[in-house]
């Protein structure tokens, strides 16, 4: 979940929820099928609809499908660099919701583009022999 979540730094805090109740924009914790014992999962929720929840990391270009009994709860917690403040109360994490997340479509098109950028632009600079 980066740039939300920073691995080793951060701590979260998740609890049990009623998948049904889950709202776009919610962070869940699942477990998907078939990945490793004990490979988990924290997406971000951005539609509900046909017995499935979409949920997309904060950092990726790509929906995943996810079933409802796969979810084994939802962030409720967020604390920074060890501190006692909730950041998911923040106006700040408002905004990073708002401004980052909500246009999520728009967002994974223009990462997308981005990236097949870079790429195109590092093949260019190999063949050209100045990387």
Known sequence: MLPLIREGI????????????????????FEMPGSPRGSYIL??????GDGAIVTLGDNCVS????????????LVGLYRDGGEANA????????????YCRP?????????????????????????GLR
């Open 10 to 29: 951060d701590v979260i805090q998740v609890a049990p929820c009623d998948p049904s109740r889950l709202r776009p924009m919610d962070v869940v914790l």
């Open 43 to 48: 997406h971000r929720v951005v539609r509900m």
């Open 63 to 74: 929906t995943e499908l996810v079933q409802p009994n796969w979810v084994l709860g939802r």
């Open 88 to 99: 998911l109360e923040a106006g700040a994490y408002r905004a990073y919701v708002a401004l």
């Open 104 to 128: 999520w479509g728009l967002r994974i098109r223009l990462v997308g583009a981005y990236r097949r950028m870079r790429h195109l632009g590092g093949s260019l600079l190999r063949r050209a």
